[in-house]
């Protein structure tokens, strides 16, 4: 089965993503906070977007301006939040947006990319970084039609700390690894008797919040 790594903007089909008007000068969020999305020809069927629709999200910007309320989607495949003035499709810039701020989740723009929080606190930042795999399904040539492209939804998780990114690989090796070793035994320990799967991101964010002090990155 082949795989493609796609970062690229592709187009799947129209969906209404639109500013909310709150008073807030639309001119100023399509001047300063987005750029105009650029669609390619490729179509591919499926849902690009993190939500099934778009909701309500307040903007947090980086100088310190009032935030702003937009209706916007994390759009998966180009890893950007798509907003429309009602005639195009715009998306927001991680270079002017701190934090994008949904009801029960947030993105955060760290280094001009935005990343889903998994923990925020004052010691490290676990972080998601979700997008689309496209893949290709085998096939026969001849005898079977040639299958469209899919979709998959992949999640990578990474901690900042001190103000580097480090890959956090989802093996109990790996996730020892990362602390100091005299505390090897009592992490493995603490990973067998809370059932820690490397897996599940709520349960990465309770190790790490209990060793943040040993990390050795």
Request: charged fraction near 25%.
């Amino acid at each position: 089965m082949k795989y493609v790594f796609l970062f690229l903007s592709f187009f799947v089909y129209s969906q209404q993503l639109t500013l909310q008007d709150t008073g807030v000068n639309l001119e100023f969020i399509k001047r300063e906070l987005s750029a105009p999305y650029k669609s390619n020809t490729v179509i591919i069927t499926g849902n690009k977007y993190y939500f099934k629709k778009p909701i309500n999200a307040t903007l947090k910007l980086s100088n310190n301006e009032s935030p702003v309320n937009v209706i916007t989607n994390y759009n998966l495949l180009e890893q950007t939040f798509d907003i429309s003035d009602g005639n195009e499709t715009l998306k927001l810039l991680p270079n002017k947006i701190d934090k994008v701020v949904f009801p029960d989740t947030e993105f955060v723009s760290i280094n001009d990319k935005f990343y889903e929080v998994i923990e925020t606190n004052n010691n490290f930042l676990l972080l998601a970084d979700t997008y689309l795999e496209i893949y290709y399904p085998e096939y026969t040539p001849g005898i079977q039609d040639k299958p469209d492209p899919q979709y998959r939804k992949k999640n990578s998780v990474f901690l900042y700390y001190k103000e580097r990114f480090n890959y956090v690989e989802r093996r109990k090796s790996f996730l020892i690894s990362m602390f100091n070793k005299n505390m090897a035994k009592e992490i493995n320990t603490f990973i067998k008797k809370n059932k820690i799967s490397p897996r599940d991101n709520d349960e990465l964010k309770s190790l790490f919040n209990k060793f943040h002090s040993s990390l050795n990155r």
